[in-house]
């Protein structure tokens, strides 16, 4: 797995790392790619958001993507580098969670240092991703990255501020008169102080475990710097060092836990400071104080610490300086008294070495604590940013970030006014002109749909309202907002809206100089440096936007052709030119302002929908390409990479008429003076136990000016004279934001209304760009009021970011859109998902409660009207009023199921308090009445009846943006996070199932139609009564006790029913008895359940009519509770039933089950009796496959003649229909459907494959190739294929002794899918199910006649089957019982008399062959006769192989030529098989004695066969000649009881038997080989040590000895071998002649020296008779001399010599001269 990149934006790229040690640990982890093309936040897509495990890493290039998926849920292991083996990850498939835990901690192994992991992942991520990295370690309490060092060591660091402007908190500290204010601001930009600790010199301490101890404390010590006893921490850092990081201490106002009285930062400089010296510089000059861990220093750590205490504000020492190993110890370098000669306060230098880690952190606590809090000056990050650049550092912050900050400030100018005027002033569309249109337009709407005249007031009031509306000019502030995002430099337009957002989330949470006033009653000095402008403001929030993605390091924009801008300004105006031309129809009719306004109103809607169709219709055929100037270069997060090279590109270049717009003057709507006398009101305090903040009205965020944007477009439809060319291009631009992550608003929470015009825009632009087939939508909602925290639980599921309305005003609905991976596609059946957030609900207090209530209805309504799946998310905090909350939800399921569609309800609650626990009650129960569908009356499928619709609920207690970062995580959030991913991703497949996914067109149009009932509130429930849905939710309470208690007296009778059934034992297989009577319950039971209902429904209507509120709207709410209970009914008569039906069963099988068992048994005892007589007959001993296969003919007949209960059989057509027809809907082939009405039809016709199975695109492509005939063949080829598996798959099943089961179609289907995905093939979706319903036809035919076989007592047959083994085993037992006799005498045989009898034969056989081969071969008297007929046989034989061997290999060749004599004795010898069998009759007629012998007098007598066993053997043994082996007699395998009479009759016949073929084994031929290995005694092996002499050899020429004398002192060798015929390191006992030389042949030269030196070698070799006289020497001349004239070239290129130059004389001595002179030396 590797990180999945995104495209870079800009055309210049950076350089490659350098081959090093730091660009080796990137490619390790695959990385690589990323320095030059940064991760975006885009890549969380596949990284995290449909990821619903949490699977470990498998291999080091994995841990990126595991470190950002754990990072994104918050899981406080994310930064582990443990990889789990493939092998583990294998065996882990059947392990709990727990156990894979454990051994996940024992078998994983660290890849590399944790710290390397965190330094390439932000190294390798763009600035958006490290601000959202930021954001969440600060929620892990993990340390941050403030100075990045570079890949490259000789380039300078990076300086890191654009991340840590995302990181927000509530600050609190403790003040002197104890009033203990909570702020909550960006930690970038607050004051506070900052204290930085570094290393100088080797320390044995670990640094950053002291600081954990530091920020955690003692006793719950926490891990936010990584440590070296940290999994992965001992191993070396590679591209970490040099690397500063910072962490935060913020106290919670408990004095008695906190341990520092004020919010603190801590830097941590990673590696030793000496090597690092600008950073150090930076961090003194920066920091507070600056703590330094000395270790044993030099001369140059010395002058550093010099350096150090001239530049750092408060410089601490700790002396960590070994004294016996250096005596240059820190106290020591200056003398003993260090802080007075460096002018160091008292205290500031203390020991450290004899300290542990936790000694030190509480020294160092005290040391700090002694400071805070007002002696430490406060500084911000942001002031050391100048210092970076001072030393050379890159900052992040580059240009295009400068840039778009200062547009930002252009955008906000005139901020200094107040909020309120600025709104007022700059998005004046937002104002009370909006509100008072929206009340006139719904005022209408309710007339209209009330049958009623239009009142001329309120059309006079709105046509006022139009004309003000008309004379709106784009503001100044709107004008350069939209020209930002028109913008064609993708990474400033990134810079802007993330810094438009954080500048006004800013101002949300501080006011001005907020900073210094957060400890102004701590400390009355120290006040930090005032920011200069080109900073910007001062921090930021967290909310940014993770899909800001279009970024890059380099500060390039990219330049356009003309060409492409005005091709593209086209395309973008094509829709500004239909909506004028409709709006130019209007203004030429003669009607007045106020019927054209109520024509427009009228077309409003269908206008939008009809304009997405005819897009749709226009699309269609079109080639969608892709277009390198929009945002589609980099789809973010809703859109994966996949998709978006289908998206064309909607935005133009550089604006055409931005000069011209900024001359035109600036106009503003007139404004009433009441309307200004609003004046701005900041949030200062928040609550720190998270109480609810109401949201102000007079704040700002980015989605006010995007609402404003909407606004101006809408007014083009009502005064199209306001628009221009840009105008009519923000539809584009807002779907080009869109799939760029930034959501679209859908309704104006604050005037509760909703632009269709503009809406319909976007979407139409949207269908437009989107592929026609790519466009399957679903919608999720997540609904929740002010306070559940929505646009978070969103980012935590799927990573988007909605405007939080908790503390702003961003009341509204809003959407998102993110694309679906392929494997979810075809799951859900969709492929956009698009995401609801709402905003702002219940946040209006009390005073304004009545319109604040119907607003909140409306936004309900029409969030819940859109949805799919709606989440309710519920909080535990309660707005105005928790009635009021629970309510808003009730209300809107009401409306949306009198409206007549419900979604799929999934419940999550942020804690399981008692408050949330009671809403998530209730709002189940309200939820699953409301979603029973009604039953279909008169019809008699069981599936009518939908199973009781369940809700599931999923606890996420999540670590909130309210929440301090001092809270730990809860352990649980990240499993909580997947299992309610996978609630919703399952709730959202189910809906495949419920309804077809829609269309962008059908999305409009749905949300057209709801608006329009919410704005005539045509329900009947109004939307300003809270009073109705509580009263509601108490019946739904009701009704479910009811439930309850009809359930428990359903369960009840049915206990008396079933005592009933098995009352009729006796004629429980009388099927016209049991009919009646089954019958006669079932139709008590549908009375029974009838009753109970009635009962039910008597409670409900009391209820409805009871109460005052349900009585009014009792026509409402009593189909609501007719659907609910006549579901009941019918679900729970079909359950009792059921139950009934499988009682019944059960009781008939039972008695059933004994008559088989009983015919069973008597079929057995008839084949027991048959398979031992045939074994005694026969001989033969059955093995257990045959008695398996005896037992299955037994199986089989008992089954064929037991007579089981006839019953009418079904036609399994219906079924087989049905699964197919769900696993069509499953696969998304909902338009094939009417294929499946030939299922049933006989089919004679093989399987066709026709042109609709291929593509448009593929036939095309294929057209040239002889008319597609090669791949018509291929699909031909692969539909037989599968065809033909089919019928092997059919063949196995129907062998099968068992009745047709669903599941075989089902394995059926799967096979075909299986099998396709294998192909390569380009068919469509109409080949693989033509083929399915071809194979699903076949099966109906062949699986009916199995079904008709096994149409009767299916339980019955499931129970014998199941217990099929146990009577096979009762029968292989008896049969075993009875045979064992017989068993016993063979395994007596065996064991005992045959190797017995074997004996018997071959033992004295070896000496047999021994004497008959000395009878015959005259050469084996002694070794001096065998060696003299070797080397005859030498000569005659004439090979150089035999001489060679029997020269080099003396014993061997004896050994083989001795072997070769008995083996050619043995295959001549005819008396061999005579003479075994004549010992086999011996042997075998003296076992027949004894056994007789022993059975005289035992006739009938039961008695153990082991005694009498052991005497058959002694008497055997008595004869002397028999050894018998007892060995097995030991134990009770022999110790049975039988007739001895019968055990001996047995004996007899094996031994008969065994002695007949043993008989004919002899009679055949023989394996002489295989006969020598069974003898005990060899004959060859006595043979040679019979003529192998006394074994000693000549030490010179290694002849043997042949001296036959016993005992011989001196060894005397009659034929000493020639030097000519031995190797070069081999001597010669024969004179020179014998050993000749190439240079004089003939010649011998001197004799005299050479019998000289034989001479004297018999003073070394005593014991040998060496002479060179020796006569024998001389005589066997001839006979080597023979043997070196024949082969002399051969011995020498064996010996790798000369050949010899041999005389004349020698080539004429012949063989039988050679042989001549060696009879003269063996006879003499």
């Not at 077809?996 to 009947?1020: D, N, Y």
Request: some cysteine.
């Amino acid at each position: 797995m590797s990180v999945k990149l995104s495209k870079r934006l800009s055309s210049k790229k950076k350089k490659p790392p350098k081959d090093n040690a730091q660009a080796e640990i990137l490619h390790k982890l695959g990385l690589e790619a990323c320095w030059t093309t940064p991760l975006e936040p885009a890549s969380m897509l596949d990284i995290s958001t449909w990821t619903l495990e949490n699977r470990a890493p498998l291999e080091p290039k994995d841990l990126p993507n595991t470190f950002l998926r754990r990072l994104w849920l918050l899981s406080r292991d994310a930064r582990s580098t443990c990889c789990q083996p493939l092998h583990d990850v294998l065996n882990n498939d059947k392990k709990s969670p727990a156990e894979m835990l454990n051994g996940f901690e024992g078998k994983s192994q660290c890849a590399i240092n944790p710290l390397d992991l965190v330094t390439a992942v932000f190294m390798s991520a763009s600035p958006f991703l490290q601000q959202e990295m930021a954001a969440r370690m600060v929620q892990c309490q993990f340390a941050l990255p403030f100075i990045l060092p570079n890949i490259d060591p000789e380039e300078p660091s990076r300086f890191l501020l654009w991340p840590l402007r995302g990181v927000v908190s509530q600050l609190r500290s403790h003040s002197l008169d104890n009033n203990r204010s909570v702020q909550e601001g960006d930690l970038a930009s607050t004051c506070m102080p900052m204290v930085s600790f570094v290393k100088l010199g080797h320390c044995s301490v670990s640094k950053s475990q002291v600081l954990n101890h530091v920020l955690g404390g003692l006793k719950s010590c926490s891990e936010t710097f990584l440590h070296r006893g940290m999994d992965g921490g001992h191993l070396p850092r590679r591209l970490s060092n040099g690397l500063v990081e910072i962490g935060w201490y913020l106290p919670t106002g408990d004095i008695t836990k906190d341990i520092f009285p004020v919010p603190m930062v801590i830097s941590n400089l990673r590696g030793d400071a000496s090597r690092h010296e600008k950073c150090l510089s930076l961090l003194c000059q920066a920091s507070s104080a600056v703590v330094v861990f000395c270790g044993d220093l030099r001369e140059k750590e010395k002058q550093i610490l010099a350096s150090c205490k001239n530049t750092a504000s408060k410089l601490i020492l700790i002396d960590l300086s070994d004294t016996e190993r250096n005596e240059n110890r820190v106290v020591g370098f200056v003398g003993q008294n260090l802080e007075e000669n460096m002018g160091l306060p008292e205290g500031s230098v203390f020991p450290g070495i004899a300290l542990s880690e936790e000694e030190l952190a509480k020294k160092l606590c005290d040391t700090l604590q002694n400071l805070l809090p007002d002696r430490l000056k406060l500084v911000t990050l942001e002031e050391a940013e100048k210092l970076a650049v001072e030393r050379g550092l890159i900052v992040d912050e580059g240009s295009v970030c400068k840039k778009a900050m200062a547009t930002v400030e252009e955008v906000l100018n005139g901020m200094d006014e107040g909020l309120a005027e600025f709104k007022l002033k700059q998005l004046p569309l937002q104002g009370p002109l909006w509100s008072k249109l929206a009340e006139l337009e719904k005022e209408q709407s309710k007339q209209r749909n009330e049958r009623k005249e239009l009142d001329p007031q309120l059309q006079k009031e709105k046509k006022d309202l139009l004309v003000k509306l008309s004379s709106y000019k784009m503001t100044s502030a709107m004008k350069t907002f939209t020209d930002a995002l028109f913008t064609t430099d993708k990474v400033e337009r990134s810079y802007f809206l993330c810094w438009l957002k954080l500048r006004l989330q800013l101002m949300q949470t501080e006011k001005q100089h907020i900073p210094q006033d957060l400890l102004t009653n701590l400390q009355t000095d120290g006040k930090p440096q005032e920011i200069e402008p080109e900073h910007g403001a001062d921090g930021n929030l967290g909310d940014s936007d993770s899909f800001c993605s279009d970024s890059t390091f380099e500060e390039e924009t990219e330049v356009q052709h003309v060409n492409t801008e005005l091709e593209d300004s086209e395309k973008q105006f094509e829709i500004g030119q239909e909506l004028q031309c409709i709006l130019e129809s209007t203004e030429n009719t003669t009607e007045p302002l106020s019927q054209q306004t109520e024509h427009l109103e009228s077309i409003h809607d269908s206008v939008i929908v009809e304009e997405l169709a005819s897009n749709e219709e226009r699309i269609q055929g079109e080639e969608i390409i892709e277009n390198s100037v929009c945002f589609d270069e980099q789809i973010s997060h809703p859109v994966s990479k996949d998709q978006s090279r289908h998206l064309e590109s909607g935005e133009n270049g550089p604006l055409n008429l931005q000069e011209q717009q900024l001359d035109e003057p600036e106009l503003t709507l007139a404004m009433p003076d009441s309307v200004y006398s609003a004046t701005p009101k900041m949030c200062q305090d928040v609550s720190f136990e998270n109480q609810p903040c109401e949201p102000d009205p007079s704040t700002l965020g980015l989605e006010h000016f995007l609402r404003e944007m909407g606004l101006i477009f809408e007014l083009t439809h009502i005064s199209p004279s306001s628009g221009s060319h840009n105008v009519l291009r923000l539809p584009s631009l807002a779907t080009d934001l869109l799939l760029y992550g930034v959501p679209l608003e859908l309704m104006d929470g604050d005037a509760s209304n909703i632009p269709i015009c503009w809406l319909g825009c976007v979407f139409a632009e949207l269908q437009r760009r989107l592929p026609q087939e790519q466009c399957r939508t679903r919608v999720l909602t997540n609904l929740g009021i002010n306070q559940a925290r929505n646009a978070e639980v969103l980012s935590a599921l799927f990573g988007v970011k909605f405007p939080e309305g908790r503390k702003r005003s961003t009341r509204g609905v809003y959407m998102a859109a993110l694309c679906l991976p392929e494997n979810l596609r075809k799951d859900m059946e969709c492929d956009f998902l698009l995401l609801i957030d709402v905003e702002g609900l219940c946040s209006i207090p009390l005073d304004n409660k009545r319109s604040a209530l119907i607003h909140d209805n409306e936004i309900a309504i029409v969030a819940t009207g859109l949805s799919d799946v709606l989440m309710q998310n519920i909080s535990s905090h309660a707005g105005y009023e928790f009635e009021t909350n629970f309510t808003v939800r009730v209300n809107a399921l009401l409306c949306i199921r009198e409206h007549g569609s419900m979604p799929i309800c999934q419940l999550v609650a942020h804690d399981e308090g008692i408050n949330s626990i009671l809403q998530v009650s209730q709002l189940r129960r309200v939820s699953e009445m409301l979603q029973t569908e009604t039953v279909t009356r008169g019809t008699s499928n069981v599936h009518s009846h939908s199973v009781k619709t369940t809700t599931c609920t999923t606890y996420v207690k999540g670590p909130w943006s309210s929440m301090p970062l001092s809270e730990p995580v809860d352990a649980q959030y990240s499993e909580a996070v997947l299992k309610l991913k996978k609630n919703l991703f399952e709730a959202l497949k189910k809906c495949a199932g419920k309804s077809e996914a829609s269309g962008l067109p059908e999305l409009m149009e749905r949300l057209c139609t709801v608006w329009e009932a919410v704005k005539a509130e045509s329900f009947s429930i109004g939307l300003q009564n809270t009073d109705i849905a509580l009263a509601f939710s108490l019946l739904c309470a009701e009704f479910s006790q009811w439930e309850d208690h009809f359930l428990e007296n359903m369960e009840s009778w049915l206990l008396g029913a079933t005592k009933k059934i098995f009352a009729t034992k006796a004629k429980a297989l009388d099927t016209a008895v049991q009919n009646d009577l089954l019958r006669e319950l079932k139709n008590e039971a549908r009375e029974e359940v009838k009753k109970e209902v009635n009962k039910v429904n008597s409670k409900a209507e009391g209820h409805l009519m009871k109460d005052d509120l349900l009585k009014m709207k009792a026509e409402t709410f009593r189909p609501i509770l007719v659907s609910n209970m006549e579901n009941l009914q019918g679900r729970v008569t079909e359950e009792m039933i059921q139950k009934l039906d499988k009682v019944n069963e059960s009781h008939c099988s039972s008695t059933q089950l004994d008559k088989f068992e009983t015919l069973l048994e008597k079929e057995q005892e008839f084949k027991l009796q048959a398979l031992v007589e045939t074994s005694k007959s026969t001989k033969i001993l059955l093995q257990d496959t045959e008695l398996e296969e005896e037992f299955e003919g037994v199986w089989s007949k008992t089954l064929s003649n037991f007579d089981f209960r006839p019953s009418e059989t079904d036609d399994i057509t219906a079924r087989v229909t049905d699964i197919l027809r769900q696993n069509l809907i499953r696969c998304g082939f909902l338009k094939h459907m009417k294929k499946l009405e030939i299922i049933g039809q006989n089919q004679t016709s093989t399987f066709q494959v026709y042109d609709e199975h291929f593509g448009y695109r593929s036939r095309l492509k294929h057209m040239f190739e002889d008319n597609n005939r090669q791949q018509r063949l291929d699909a031909q080829q692969a539909a037989f294929n599968i065809i033909e598996e089919y019928h092997q798959f059919v063949a196995y099943k129907c062998s099968l002794p068992a009745d047709f089961s669903d599941s075989y179609i089902t394995e059926l289907l799967d096979n075909v899918e299986k099998a396709l995905k294998g192909k390569s093939m380009e068919i469509r979706s109409a080949f693989e199910v033509d083929l399915k319903v071809y194979l699903c036809n076949a099966a109906c035919q062949d699986f009916q006649k199995l079904h008709d076989r096994y149409a009767k007592d299916r339980e019955l047959l499931t129970s014998i089957t199941t217990t099929k083994s146990v009577y096979l085993a009762e029968f292989i037992y008896h049969f075993r019982k009875r045979d064992q006799c017989q068993r016993m005498a063979t395994a007596f045989t065996s064991m005992v008399i045959k190797p017995t009898v074997l004996d018997y034969i071959n033992n004295p056989l070896g000496m047999h062959i021994l004497k008959e081969i000395q009878g015959k071969a005259q050469h084996y008297p002694s070794p001096r006769t065998f060696h003299q007929s070797l080397l005859e046989e030498l000569i005659k034989e004439d090979r150089f192989e035999s001489f060679l061997e029997y020269l080099l290999s003396y014993d061997n060749f004896r050994l083989r030529k001795i072997q070769e004599t008995v083996v050619a004795h043995l295959s001549e010898s005819t008396y061999l098989g005579k003479w075994r069998q004549q010992r086999l009759g011996e042997i075998v007629g003296k076992f027949a004695a004894a056994m007789s012998q022993t059975a005289e007098g035992t006739d009938g007598v039961l008695s153990d066969t082991k005694p009498l066993l052991e005497s058959v053997c002694l008497t055997l043994e008595a004869d002397g000649d028999v050894d018998i082996s007892r060995s097995s007699l030991i134990g009770p395998l022999f110790s049975i009881t039988t007739e001895w009479d019968c055990f001996v009759k047995c004996l007899m016949e094996l031994l008969a038997s065994m002695r007949l073929d043993l008989a004919q084994e002899f009679s055949q031929n023989v394996d002489v080989t295989q006969l020598l290995n069974c003898l005990p005694i060899q004959p060859q092996d006595f043979l040679f040590n019979r003529v192998r002499g006394c074994d000693k050899q000549c030490p010179l020429c290694k002849a043997p000895c042949d001296v036959e004398e016993m005992g011989h002192k001196v060894h005397i060798a009659l034929l000493h071998r020639p030097k000519g015929v031995l190797s070069n390191d081999s001597e010669s006992c024969i004179s020179c002649p014998e050993s000749m030389t190439p240079d004089n042949p003939g010649q011998n030269t001197d004799i005299q020296d050479i019998s000289m030196t034989c001479r004297d070698l018999h003073s070394l070799y005593a014991n040998w008779n060496l002479s060179p006289d020796d006569p024998n020497s001389q005589k066997a001349r001839d006979y080597w001399r023979y043997v070196i004239a024949r082969f002399n070239e051969r011995f020498a290129n064996e010996f790798k010599q000369e050949p010899a130059k041999i005389p004349k004389e020698w080539r004429k001595i012949t063989q039988e001269e050679a042989l001549h002179s060696l009879t003269e030396v063996f006879l003499n």
